[in-house]
């Protein structure tokens, strides 16, 4: 079974973003051997921005991903691309670090207009980094994620989508 590691990229306490990314680990959580939720904005700021690899947090995070078979990178929408969050991280890996990996790009965002993220924002970066398959990702509405009572879900009309991508990201994983 592989060892699945989910980005979420947004600096926000309060994330849409997050939900989805734990939506994704609870759909993986049975299926795969690990999963793990790393929340970008958590790390330390200073070690982040300065590319401090050898700050602690930012040596766990890099070996999080080196042991990783599967990435799914989750990220808001801003300004028509992804956040600045998620690419300060993803300097911060060697060049080459997504090599061997299958990787599922998440987007949220308030309008459909802006889809197309994905595909002209995040796929090139993921590609450069030589990701070994860069599956179909998956736009979700914000108004689609919702809280209540301590409970986060996404709703049906994103659910569905959202549980096809995850399943076909699970099948491009090794079957180590």
């Known amino acids: 079974m592989s060892e699945v590691l989910i980005i979420s990229g947004s600096p926000s306490s309060t994330s849409k973003t997050e939900i989805v990314g734990d939506c994704v680990a609870r759909q993986l959580a049975a299926r795969v051997r690990r999963v793990r939720h790393l929340r ?21 995070a890099m070996e999080q991903v080196a042991q990783a078979d599967g990435v799914v990178l989750a990220t808001p929408t801003y300004k028509a691309s ?11 890996l060697p060049q080459y670090g997504l090599a061997n ?26 590609q450069s980094m030589a990701a070994h398959h860069v599956v179909q990702g998956a736009f979700v509405l914000d108004s689609h994620v919702c809280s209540d009572n301590g409970s986060s879900f996404v709703l049906p009309a994103s659910a569905f989508m959202l549980a096809d991508v995850v399943e076909a990201f699970r099948r491009a994983l090794p079957a180590t």
């Open 40 to 60: 970008v904005r958590t790390l330390p700021p200073a070690a982040v921005l300065t590319a401090d690899l050898a700050d602690p947090a930012i040596a766990d």
């Open 101 to 126: 990996k299958v990787v599922l790009p998440l987007a949220t965002g308030g309008s459909a207009a802006h889809v197309l993220i994905l595909d002209y924002a995040l796929r090139p970066v993921v």
């Open 82 to 92: 992804f956040s600045g969050l998620l690419k300060t991280f993803l300097d911060l």
